[in-house]
């Protein structure tokens, strides 16, 4: 605990400016981008658990997803270095029965722009492609 009144309150001060600043950027930037809640994967290089209308739940080392048609999400690396060509992902349906299946695309997809920093994760049965939440792991 700080001892001195003097540094106590300019400590609480440049807390509130801070807050202040903080729900202001948020309250401005908030309309474009949602504000992710951090996932903890301490031994992945990304995580997220997406919801089934493209939102992120949680996540850790992806910027964004998006959804570019039924079924189908394209899931942006944060880490500009990765390559997924190299890499090795999991995905999982989130609450859903047997039938309905995930694919995720190791190589760069025409339906996410052909970016090497990007997965297209497939949901759904073939030919029938569905809108369901997962999640995925890229350790």
Do not use: H
């Amino acid at each position: 605990m700080l001892k001195n009144k003097k540094v106590r309150a300019s400590v609480w001060a440049g807390a509130a400016v801070s807050l202040v600043v903080g729900v202001a950027w948020t309250g401005v930037a908030g309309a474009a981008i949602q504000a992710v809640t951090k996932a903890t994967a301490p031994y992945a290089q990304a995580a997220a658990v997406v919801n089934s209308d493209g939102s992120i739940n949680r996540a850790k080392g992806i910027v964004a997803v998006t959804k570019p048609a039924v079924g189908k999400y394209c899931v942006e690396l944060e880490d500009k270095e990765l390559d997924i060509t190299r890499l090795v992902p999991s995905a999982t349906l989130q609450y859903t029965s047997f039938e309905y299946g995930i694919r995720v695309s190791m190589w760069p997809d025409p339906v996410c722009g052909t970016r090497k920093d990007t997965f297209l994760v497939i949901t759904g049965m073939p030919n029938k492609w569905e809108d369901r939440a997962f999640s995925i792991v890229v350790p």
